[in-house]
């Protein structure tokens, strides 16, 4: 897996869901997931960053009158009568951690769905980059994770999700999406094994 033809998919990292007092960060597993999806995150990250491989965070930003959200079910529900990813709030913003990398990171905004291409500029900036393979991190699961993975393929990239960068809403939907979902259009693998597969590529 060459570098230059990789990109990391960034998807929910912001404070709603990894803040120690984020509105959602109930939602997924125990909260000590959360800490280790982020420290997961983080290496893998630091790993990529001397690449030439894209990094780009996908965050999902709402209108105070959650105009997106017309009549929402399930955790969209919850995000509306939460308050959540309200634009303008602190916990719309992204996670400290990714805003220290800088310019590292591409963001791509317009995502207020499950979806992160869609009605987003995500698939432009992978094509003008020349990107073939897509890693996905981030929140939920069964949720953004599996609807951007699935959105991924579907625009012909090799799609790998990085099954110790993500969280479900408990253990058992974690493991049965990464055993049983995921493969059916791509690959579960941990960062530990994406890492060794890079450096690999790169010598």
Known sequence: MEANQTALVLVGYQNDYFAKDGILRGVVEEPGRVDEVLRN???????????????????????????????????????????AFRAGTPGAANIPELQALGDRIDYVEGKVGFNAFADTRLHDLLVSRGIRNVLVCGMVTSLCIDSTGRAAYERGYNVTVVSDCTSGRSHTEHDFYCRNIFPLYGRAADSHTLIGELLKAAA
């Open 41 to 83: 995150t983080l290496t893998l990250i630091e790993a990529l960053r001397g690449t030439p491989a894209t990094i780009v965070a996908t965050p999902i930003v709402l209108t105070a009158d959650y105009r997106a959200m017309a009549d929402p079910v399930g955790i969209l529900s919850t995000i509306k009568q939460s308050g």
